[in-house]
């Protein structure tokens, strides 16, 4: 490193350190880290980034800064220390919570009434609540309650250019405004630092069961999970997992204590001859295995969710055929994590393989977690959509200098 | 004098006060429509110089009607040729003046796009086209024991499109949500005549999550023409309740108990004694006479909504109702349905005007401030009936007042917006689900502050930098898009190879 390299982040960290206070700016060998205490504090960092052309990237517990491109910033602006759940009016079923906070604090903090934001992510007891928005990450709920784009009722954001600005607000029912937090969610830090978010809440699942449906080939399961989903039962989750030789679906009710026994009765029903075994809490556990696993490739697929056991079936005969380790956890609603094991060029070609098989009905393939080998040779968003001139306008407007984040999100954005 | 002008784009016309569309404007569009797809005449286009909300008129320059995405690009681009303001029309049945055109400009009325092009049950979606009326789509697919879960009061006339322009709700949105939970995909001409899509039937398609930002965007960032709408497999069973109470607020405490024990209905509405008067007048639905009417409606599997309906009969009955019944058949509960999906327009039985409002309050505040909604109507001897989606704390505030009574027109208005003001001081927002239109953009002025609306606006220039799809709506004053960001510049330090380590 060169002398003159060091006096600029140098510079940069003690600017920051002005701003954040010393204790809380660190410099690294080529990043200063800085964790401001409040909003305005994170303005006043973008304000200072954008004015000398530094990008920066926005970490909470840094659970997924792996997702994405890989991007080089001169400021990792820390979330950690802007952490409190603000308010749970918990009679009005929301709350209003800052992004730094960790996911699993915030829920056992609305637990104590009884109340739950309705989303289950990865790694709970790591991940901070900008970090799953951010990402737009999520797990079985979503059949149930949807996702976070139906969760999320208000925000408040930092631009680029330090500007503070709030959409939403802190009732459920609300059309006033362009709904700026949709536009955040799942936009990977690439438009604004979120810093605070207000939930819609639902009442905790306070009983539950969970069952199994075993079988050889996911193909099999086909027709059972059609016919759960097109009855009456609103089960809370419904997943499918699936690997080389064996698959199972996997069903979780949450109901009143005394109405158990029949939705059980209702199931068995709809299942008929298909032998129905009560099985663990731990089996929702599956998706986030598969990210755990190390080295592979961890790829999010998203397909119609009639066409999940088929695909799964044709992945798991693929891996009967080739040297491929294939995991699948596919939840009812058409999203899929799929982790892969293999030699990089056979990686590539099968993820091109799914683009192109789920092209025709809408579906997309990216690649989440993605071992270093493998990045350069792979495109992991594979968005071919239409609208891409029009996010990059969007990313323009707000982000004129290209400072958040650069390259990390579809199309390089 | 207009006759001069026809040459001139526009925008350069609209600076006086006279705007007509030009007549080379008028041949192109016919050219794009077909004459039977192009109203000129004064007479018919007095049709569409307002919509729900009657107290805004603006003449437009022509309406077109066009029969598929083709012919609105056609449209679309003429109007951004010339700079000519568009707006795009369904039935007209906004109540916040969405749906108002600019003067001279053009309607893109989507009438004849109103196509069920595909119907998935497996995959539980359909798609339509924008002209497809709400109750439709339920219709199409209750074959399959499926139904379209959003559900305006003017399901039976309004369109998809205008929903999804204002993100329309209803009274079963506290549990199934509103029109943007439901569409899961948007064919959109931008206001360039690009065509786009956005979002997919498959969940989260990779990039910005646009079909969520345009949906509730009321017109302003382009024209749907094609809707990916989700579809919800109907409940085993529904059940009706009808409870009467001395007062609203009474009602409105039976709401938060209903919701503190940990139920969530499928709606929960309460109507005053003057809503209920009206109702009763204009269609007979047999409410018992009372201060608050709660209607509470459950749905799910049998047994669940046999022992909740016995929870909220002890609630209620704790909450000392005088009357407690429950709509034994269909027709009854859709009698009880029809009297509240009436109230609005019953309330022309009681009183000559009147005016809907529509703001939203965290439900904990209801008995506070239909409190002051009271103390401030009888401060200006007005009255005030009240119908709201008690569940998610949508008030529509119904101000009576005589147009004949010289300066009471007035009065009622500003007693309507100061009640929107009431409802932002109670942290809630002014508008649930009519939108902003034309109505209360000074009320979005009052919500929000000015950083948060100039960030609204880099969305709109992003999508219509010459702000020309429905313009002068929803944002407290016309905004002009700076000029375009110019390309990313290298910081100097950047530039000189020292700063590459960032």
């Not at chain 1, 380790?325 to 009812?332: D, G, K, L, T, Y």
């Not at chain 2, 569409?183 to 959109?188: D, M």
């Not at chain 2, 704390?393 to 101000?399: A, D, E, R």
């Amino acid at each position: 490193m060169s002398a003159t390299v060091s006096i600029s982040l140098q510079e940069c960290w003690s600017h920051l350190a002005s701003i954040a206070g010393q204790e809380h700016t660190h410099l690294a060998s080529e990043a200063v880290a800085v964790a401001p205490a409040d909003t305005q504090q994170v303005s006043e960092v973008l304000r200072f980034a954008d004015a000398n052309g530094v990008a920066v990237t926005p970490t909470g517990s840094g659970t997924k800064l792996g997702w994405g491109n890989q991007v080089e910033a001169g400021i990792r602006l820390d979330l950690k220390r802007i952490n409190v759940l603000r308010e749970h009016p918990w009679q009005d079923m929301t709350c209003t919570v800052e992004a730094g906070c960790n996911w699993a604090t915030m829920q056992a903090e609305l637990a104590s009434h009884g109340q739950m934001v309705a989303l289950d992510p990865l790694w709970p007891e790591k991940a901070t609540v900008g970090g799953v928005v951010a990402t737009n990450d999520g797990g079985p709920f979503r059949l149930r309650y949807g996702g976070l784009r139906d969760l999320i009722i208000g925000m408040t954001i930092v631009l680029s250019d330090g500007t503070i600005a709030k959409s939403g607000g802190k009732v459920v029912k609300n059309v006033a405004g362009y709904d700026l937090h949709k536009l955040m969610t799942g936009a990977f830090g690439t438009l604004g630092v979120i810093t605070q978010v207000n939930f819609r809440l639902h009442p905790a699942e306070a009983n539950t069961r969970t069952w199994t449906l075993v079988a050889r080939d996911a193909a099999d399961l086909a027709e059972p999970l059609r016919a759960l989903l097109d009855s009456q039962i609103t089960p809370s989750s419904v997943q499918l997992r699936a690997q080389k030789l064996e698959c199972a679906l996997d069903v979780r009710i949450a109901a009143l204590p005394e109405c158990m026994d029949q939705h059980e009765t209702s199931l068995r029903k709809v299942f008929g001859q298909i032998e129905l075994q009560d099985a663990d809490e731990k089996v929702w556990r599956a998706r986030q295995e598969l990210f755990d696993a190390e080295g592979g490739v961890v790829l999010k697929v998203s397909l119609l969710p009639a066409e999940a056991c088929l695909i799964s079936a044709e992945l798991q005969q693929l891996a009967g055929r080739d040297d491929l380790e294939i995991n699948i956890v596919a939840q009812a609603t058409g999203l899929m994590t799929v982790s892969l094991r293999s030699a990089p060029e056979a990686a590539i070609t099968l993820i091109e393989h799914l683009r192109w098989r789920l092209r025709s009905s809408g579906g997309s393939v990216v690649a989440l977690q993605v071992p270093q080998l493998l990045r350069g040779g792979l495109d992991v968003w594979g968005c071919d959509s239409n609208a891409l001139p029009l996010m990059r306008e969007i990313k323009r407007r707000f982000d004129p200098n290209h400072i958040l984040n650069p390259g990390r999100f579809v199309g390089n954005i | 004098m207009c006759s001069k002008m026809w040459r001139h784009r526009w925008h350069e016309s609209s600076k006086l006060s006279c705007r007509v569309l030009p007549l080379v404007t008028i041949d192109e569009l016919r050219a794009a429509v077909g004459a039977d797809g192009l109203i000129t005449g004064a007479s018919q286009l007095q049709t569409y110089e307002c919509d729900g909300l009657t107290n805004f008129r603006a003449m437009p320059g022509a309406v077109v009607l066009p029969k598929n995405a083709g012919e609105v690009q056609a449209v679309v681009r003429i109007c951004a040729q010339n700079r000519v303001p568009f707006v795009s029309r369904g039935a007209g049945t906004g109540l916040s003046g969405g749906a108002l055109p600019a003067a001279g400009g053009v309607v893109i009325s989507l009438a004849r796009m109103n196509r069920i092009l595909e119907v998935d049950i497996a995959n539980k979606y359909v798609v339509v086209e924008p002209g497809v009326i709400n109750s439709h789509v339920t219709q199409r697919v209750a074959p399959h024991g499926y139904f379209y879960a959003p559900d305006p009061s003017s399901q039976s006339v309004c369109t998809i499109g205008g929903n999804v322009a204002e993100n329309s709700g209803g009274a079963h949105c506290l549990k199934y949500g509103f029109t943007v939970t439901h569409t899961l995909a948007l064919e959109v001409v931008l206001p360039s005549g690009e065509l786009v899509q956005l979002g997919s039937p498959t969940l989260d398609a990779p990039g910005y999550d646009l079909a969520g930002v345009f949906v509730g965007s009321e017109g302003t960032l382009g024209v749907a023409t094609k809707v990916t709408l989700r579809i919800v497999k109907r409940p085993e069973d529904v059940q009706t309740l009808l409870a009467a109470f001395d007062s609203p607020q009474a009602a409105g405490q039976t709401v938060s108990d209903i919701i503190a024990a940990q139920m969530l209905p499928s709606a929960l509405e309460i109507m005053d004694a003057l809503a209920i008067e009206a109702a009763e007048a204009a269609v007979h639905a047999h409410y018992p006479m009372c201060g608050g009417l709660l209607l509470v409606e459950l749905d799910g599997s049998a047994s669940e909504v046999e022992k909740l309906m016995r929870d909220v009969r002890a609630i209620c009955t704790k909450n000392r109702a005088s009357e407690i019944r429950v709509a034994q058949t269909d027709e009854e509960r859709a009698l009880v349905w029809k009297g509240r999906k009436a109230a609005f327009a019953a309330m022309g039985r009681i009183s000559p005007n009147y005016i809907v409002q529509d703001g939203v309050i965290p439900r904990t505040a209801l008995p506070r401030v239909l409190s002051e909604i009271d103390r401030m109507a009888s401060a200006v001897s007005l009255r005030v009936a009240n119908v709201f989606h008690a569940g998610d704390g949508n008030l529509h505030p119904l101000v009576l007042y005589d147009r004949a009574i010289e300066g009471q027109e007035e009065i009622a208005l500003d007693l309507s917006y100061r009640i929107l003001h009431l409802c932002v001081d109670n942290g809630g927002s002014v508008t649930g689900e009519h939108g902003v239109g034309k109505e209360k953009q000074e009320a979005l002025g009052y919500m929000f502050s000015e950083p948060d609306l100039e960030t609204m606006q880099l969305v709109r220039c992003a999508f219509d930098p010459e702000n020309i799809s429905n313009p002068d709506k929803v944002f407290p004053r016309p905004r002009l898009c700076a000029e375009k960001p110019g390309p990313y510049t290298p910081h100097p330090l950047e530039a000189a190879g020292i700063a590459e380590i960032f």
